[in-house]
């Protein structure tokens, strides 16, 4: 259909002047395809150089702790590591959902010590069936994010002053919980303690999940690129995703084998994989998780395209309360108890900090609209490899504040950075 | 003209705390009709838009829609009625890649799911048919040229067929031959059967697609012109206020209410 041709020719007068026109048209267009062109090529470096970066900061700092300690990289190590990144991870997941939208949400380490308080206080103190207590204990989660999301969508009071009122409400509500009757020990044949506890020890399971990892991904990448094919689309070619699905198989059967080597694939990290790919799949092929990101890259722009953007809003913290309070759980599985030392732990902001890390080494941005719950699954095992390797090395507490506060710090420089630079080609 | 205005203001007054923006404002247009929209900067062009739009409706005065009166109290609203807008600032999720924002809050799925081919594919019909070329669809807009995110915001508002374009300050980011291809465009929507509100400072658009001229001033109505009749001289002197035209639009209780 080539509209405008005829009309532009009919015009009286206007022949002349307009098929001159035309001509600098073109060569105006072309001039936009060199430009994006160069765009192009700037955006995908970019976009693959975090990640590649952070593994190779990954790897430096693998090998660094293993020639300080030969434990380090020890399939025990490494399977404990697998379970221990679960707790931080899945806060984190939840931290990924509000940072996408632009905003913060501070009481994620708060709100996770109420949720293992609320567990144990009723499961053990009140005789509540476990699942019952479970069930529970994330529906606090839910409703405290419900409760800071009505705050600032509503009422418009910043986010982060909500949940930083949200880091002393929640954590005080611990405390009082506990007040009564101190350290909680939970069950430890229970379903909470098997969370972390429980590995299944046959071989094939962590087989299995490889192979169903890397087939799903090899399936589905291939079903996308033959219905745009069909289309007649450009898709990544099929080179680039037998080389992704290669690198993917490497990654997951070497794991497997670890795993396999010490008492088999965790319970924990399986669920936590299952929650990776769900988020990443709503956020990323839903219409919901589009209007996710549609607020993360301008609520005006997604206010006037008719998105509910306070719903969507409320709706984040809500994902957010609620994966703390189930990340919460597995630290409360972890120590097999709740007391208030963990409690106050849990308020001091070390989980707040290493989530909110996680996310954003990962490649999540703190301007919103950008990032993935897999960066999680990245950046949360570069901060667990640090806090085990100094576990092992027995660096002082003290000294792991100031790394892990540093590390926090570089990472966002570079989130910073990487904006910079793109809000730097992105407009003349 | 026997046909009622498709879209008809009548009286539409709009304060932001102590600025009265708009004061009993009267604005028609009919299908098949560009209407410019000329005003000095503050003149309260925008928030003009912004009210038939939805985005921000007005504290008093009537909607006619076909010769009906309705309420547009979201932006929800002026889509279901067939109003599209191109907002001076885009309106544009920077993130998103081309078909995201064309499809921004209207997208084809399937149960939830989104259908990324097909999205992609009636992007790729829709550019082709505006001969507008954006080399990737898939590429964030934040990558693009200003031209090319107008021309984006652009492809957006004809997506849904509307009966009613608002285009706010199209042509300011553009290039020479953009605006002619811009200009050719809202022609042949115009010769299409749709109504069309244009707001441009510059006099050379104005003349050559619109049909009729209305000034803004300090929030009111400072002039209608019929394009073909008018100067261009007419046009500046009414939007800059020297010369104040006594047009049958104006209310007349507007000397008093004016500090
Ligand atoms: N959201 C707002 N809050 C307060 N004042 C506003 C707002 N939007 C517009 N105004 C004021 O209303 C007047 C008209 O603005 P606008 O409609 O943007 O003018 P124009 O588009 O004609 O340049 C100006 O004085 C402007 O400062
Ligand atoms: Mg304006």
């Known amino acids: ?5 005829p009309h532009r020719d009919g015009g009286p007068g206007s022949a002349g002047p307009v098929t001159a026109d035309g001509e600098r048209r073109t060569r105006g267009w072309q001039d936009n395809l060199r430009e994006y062109a160069l765009d192009v090529r700037a955006g995908v470096r970019d976009g693959e150089r975090g990640p590649l970066l952070v593994i190779a900061g990954l790897i430096v700092i693998w090998i660094v702790f293993q020639g300080l300690d030969d434990k380090f990289l020890s399939p025990r190590n490494l399977s404990n590591l697998s379970v221990d990144i679960v707790g931080t991870g899945l806060v984190a997941v939840g931290i990924v959902f509000v940072l996408l939208i632009r905003e913060i949400d501070l009481s ?10 609320a567990f144990a206080v009723l499961n053990v103190n009140h005789g509540v069936p476990e699942w019952l207590a479970v069930i529970v204990a994330v529906a606090v989660g839910t409703a405290v994010g419900a409760f800071h999301g009505v705050f600032h969508a509503w009422l418009g009071v910043p986010a982060f002053v909500v949940t930083l009122a949200g880091l002393l409400i929640w954590n005080g509500l611990t405390l009082y919980l506990l007040g009564a009757s101190g350290t909680i020990n939970i069950d430890e044949e229970g379903l909470v303690a098997s969370l972390t506890s429980h590995h299944f020890g046959d071989d094939l399971a962590a087989y299995a999940v490889a192979a169903l ?20 689309m450009p898709f990544r070619s099929e080179g680039e995703i037998w080389l992704r699905t290669g690198l993917l198989a490497v990654v997951a059967f070497a794991a497997a084998v670890t795993l396999n080597r010490f008492q088999g694939l965790p319970l924990a990290l399986l669920i936590f994989l299952v929650v990776l790919v769900v988020s990443d799949y709503v956020l990323r092929r839903t219409r919901y998780g589009r209007r996710v990101f549609a607020l993360g890259g301008g609520v ?7 998105i509910g953007v306070e719903r969507v809003r409320v709706a984040m913290f809500m994902v957010s309360g609620t994966l703390a309070a189930v990340g919460g759980l597995f630290v409360a599985s972890g120590l097999t108890s709740a007391s208030p030392t963990t409690a106050r732990a849990a308020g001091s902001g070390m989980l707040l900090i290493n989530a909110i890390a996680a996310a954003v080494i990962g490649g999540t941005s703190l301007f919103g609209g950008r990032g993935s719950p897999w960066s999680v699954l990245l950046g949360v095992v570069v901060i667990q490899s640090i806090a085990s390797g100094m576990g092992l090395l027995g660096v002082q507490d003290a000294v792991q504040f100031m ?3 540093g590390v926090l710090l570089a990472a966002v420089a570079a989130d910073a950075l990487s904006r910079r630079a793109q809000a730097r080609r992105g407009r003349p | 003209m026997a046909h009622p205005p498709v879209l008809a203001l009548r009286g539409i007054t709009k304060r932001f705390g102590g600025v009265q923006a708009l004061v009993d404002v009267d604005l028609q247009v009919r299908a098949g009709e560009v209407v410019a929209l000329a005003g000095d900067n503050g003149a309260g062009k925008s928030t003009l838009i912004k009210v038939i739009s939805g985005v921000s409706p007005a504290d008093r005065g009537v909607i006619e829609w076909e010769g009906h009166l309705v309420q547009i109290k979201r932006p929800h609203d002026a889509h279901a009625l067939g109003i599209a807008t191109v907002y001076q600032d885009l309106a544009m999720c920077d993130n998103l890649d081309v078909v995201g924002n064309l499809f921004l809050g209207r997208e084809i799925d399937r149960v939830g799911i989104l259908d990324e081919v097909e999205m992609e594919r009636r992007a790729r019909d829709l550019m082709h048919a505006l001969s507008i070329r954006i080399p990737d669809v898939r590429v964030p807009v934040a ?13 957006r508002s004809l997506m849904g067929a509307p009966k009613v374009l608002l285009l706010d300050e199209p042509t300011a980011a553009l290039g020479v031959e953009q605006t002619s291809h811009l200009l050719d465009l809202i022609e042949e929507v115009r010769d299409r059967g749709m109504a069309i509100i244009l707001i441009s400072h510059n006099m050379g658009d104005i003349k050559a697609v619109a049909d009729r001229v209305a000034v803004l001033r300090l ?3 400072n002039g209608l012109f019929d394009v073909s009749t008018v100067t261009q001289e007419q046009i500046i002197s ?22």
Not at chain 1, 1 to 5: A, D, L, P, T
Not at chain 1, 220 to 230: I, Q
Not at chain 2, 241 to 251: L, Y
């Open chain 2, 143 to 155: 990558a693009l040229s200003a031209g090319q995110r107008q021309a984006v915001a652009i492809s």
């Open chain 1, 300 to 306: 005006e722009a997604a206010r006037r395209a008719g």
């Open chain 2, 238 to 259: 009414s939007v800059t206020g020297a010369a104040d035209n006594a047009v049958a639009h104006r209310s007349k209780g507007d000397e008093e209410a004016w500090p």
């Open chain 2, 219 to 221: 929030g009111r109505n």
């Open chain 1, 403 to 405: 790394i892990t506060g």
């Open chain 1, 108 to 117: 994620v380490g708060s709100v996770s010590g109420l949720a293992g308080a």
């Open chain 1, 213 to 232: 990892g890397t087939a799903g991904y090899v399936l589905a990448a291939r079903r996308r690129r033959s219905r745009h094919r069909a289309a007649g």
């Open chain 1, 1 to 5: 259909m080539s509209r405008g041709g």
